[in-house]
């Protein structure tokens, strides 16, 4: 079976992401899906903000983070969601939770990877978290990302 034909059938896990208090447009979902060669995850996000200027850059960060809620305090809305998923103790861009960016394309961006990072029984429970900014894959700890906008956490189909 390809990857493209996978997207019609159950995914096993899937997070429903929602956007802050601050950014309450931000809807989306990630499906997950388990193959012998890794994990497909696809992910589809609608109401992300617009560039500030006509040639600005919609990309945000896109992770995976080793905490189980979307919940936090004021000054960090998904605190509780920690730092990247890292089991490895990898440098980043090289944490199994660090994924592809989003683009933004007035304010919908669709992504597809295909990782050998983890399995979807590892990831189970966790989170995945939509930054405000494009993560430069170079600073450390997290690539200089900016705030977390949304945040959904990945569980088993079915159980959403």
Aim: hydrophobic share 40%; net charge negative.
């Amino acid at each position: 079976m390809d990857f493209i034909s996978m997207l019609r059938r159950r995914p096993q896990a899937v997070a429903r992401i929602r956007g802050s208090a601050e950014y309450p447009g931000i809807i989306g979902s990630a499906l997950f899906f388990q193959k012998k060669e890794g994990v497909l995850v696809a992910a589809e996000v609608f109401g992300l903000p617009a560039p500030e200027e006509v040639c600005g850059s919609p990309t945000f960060a896109f992770h995976i983070h080793s905490g189980g809620t979307c919940t936090g305090n004021a000054g960090d809305p998904f605190a509780d969601a920690l730092a990247h998923y890292n089991p490895q103790d990898c440098p980043h861009p090289y944490h199994a939770g660090d994924l592809p960016p989003l683009f933004g394309n007035n304010g919908h961006a669709l992504l597809m990877v295909l990782t050998d990072r983890f399995t979807v029984q590892e990831v189970l429970g966790k989170t995945v978290i939509i930054h405000a900014d494009r993560d430069d894959f170079t600073s450390q700890p997290s690539g200089d990302a900016g705030k977390k906008m949304a945040c959904g956490q990945i569980k088993a189909f079915g159980a959403c």
